[in-house]
Every structure is written in C-alpha cells, then in structure tokens.
C-alpha cells in the first residue's frame, strides 16, 4: 500500500477520533433515555446514507450480520454506560477494545501476539481493575456496561478489517439500519424530550457517529487494525474535555488513575509490537 493511502487512512482516523469524542457531552446534555438517544442517532445516520448505501448496495451476507451485530453493541452500550456512570469511566473502559483486538486477533485474523500484547493487557487490565476498585456502587452497572462496550468495539475492529472488501457506506448504513430495527421494539415515550433533544440526534447522527464510522471503516481499508485502534485513542483524551466544558463532570481520582493505566497498557502494547517489527524479531 502506496504511502500516501496511509497518511490519508491516518487522518481519517484523527478526524472519526475527535467525532467520536463529542458523544459524553451530547449523552449528558440530552433528556433522553439510553435506548432512545441509541435509536435515534443511528436512525438519523442511517437515513443520511440511504441514497449513498442504496447506490453501491452489495449482496448481504453472514459479513454483514456479524459486523452489523457488533456495531449494534458497541454504540449501543457506551450510550447506555455514560448514562449509567461518568462518561470518563465509560470512554475509558470501551478502550479496552485493543485488549480484545489482541485476543480475538489469531482466531479471526491470524496475527499472532507478541511479548508486547502480554505488557499491553497485563497493564491495561491492571487500570480496568482499579477503575472497578474506585467505582461506587451507583457506577458498577456503567462500568460493566463500558466494559462489555469494549469486547464490542475490539469485535467491530476485527470483523472491519476481516471484511474490507465491503463498501464502507453500504457497511455503514446496513449497520446504522440494524440498530434503528433492533432497538425500536424496546423504546418507552420520552415525556421530557424537548426540541433541542432531536437537534442533538440529528448532529450525533450526521456529526458525531455517520461521518466518523463512514471515516473510520475508510480508514481500516488503508492501515492495520492495531494502528486504527491506537490512533483513535484521541477519543478517550478528549471526550472527558467536552464532558467538562459542557456540564461541569469531572473524572474521579480513581477514574484518572485507572484511565491513565489502561492508555498506558495500550501505547506500550503497540509501541513494543512496533519495535519487534523493527528488530526483526516478529513476523
């Protein structure tokens, strides 16, 4: 692959990150329930990408209903985690997904783990443990829910790169589609829903989730799941940033310790992996 498709797979990453990182405070600032504001942004993304989807439509297969069924999961729990704990907690712990990148890696994908995978998950579960250790009972539930959002982030990593044959908008709306469908049977009326609410859909459909899956999905057809998974750590600094600008939450010490670990565990796992390429000690 010529350089210049990398360094736009790059950027395309930087920008799906810092998308992606509005989320905590638009999660905040809405009215809505989980299931709500889930259903409602992936409904708005997938009727912005109808005409584009429509027009290169491909065949559905089992592809398309693995990667659809991890999406579905991966947005759906980290709405569901901000709501239930601070979003710092359930940013942080969905960046857990490189850990089940580096699991799942050789069963999907063939690429065996190195020394550096096992200093990457040794320190990144280390900060999963001491934001489990921090967390109040009230914030238990959003924790788990943050962690399983991860297992469901690393699947969609792996299963994108597995399936980057696909077209990235056909992907992208098909998956955006399955989410409305999944969770409209479940959703209760919203008594409370202002105006102001559905305008924060529509910039979470278009804004914050429709461009940045559309970039990031792009991007893995360009660069290596392990580097999509470490450029989007931009996410998880930023996202508490805005979440601070927006409604005045701030991450606990526990949350910050822990956080800061679990990044740690993640830089360190691809920058030694790095070095092994380098070495020549590592296919």
Known sequence: MNTTSVIQGRLMLVTAAVGWSLSGAIIKSADLSALSIAFGRS???ALCLAPLAWRRRQPLDWGNLWLALAYTGSVTLLVAATKAT????????????????????LPLLGERPGWGDWVGLVLTMAGVGWIFAGAGEADSLGVMLGLASGLSFGMLILLQRRYRHKDPFWVLGVNNAVVALLLLPWLEPEPASTVGDLGLMVVMGVVQLGIPYLLFFMALQRVPAREGALITLLEPLLNPVWVALAVGELPGLSTQAGGAIVLLGVVARYALAAGERLSGTRD
């Open 43 to 45: 409904l708005v993304a």
């Open 86 to 105: 601070t979003a710092a907690n359930a940013i942080l712990l969905q960046y857990t997904a490189p850990v089940f990148v580096f699991l799942l890696g």
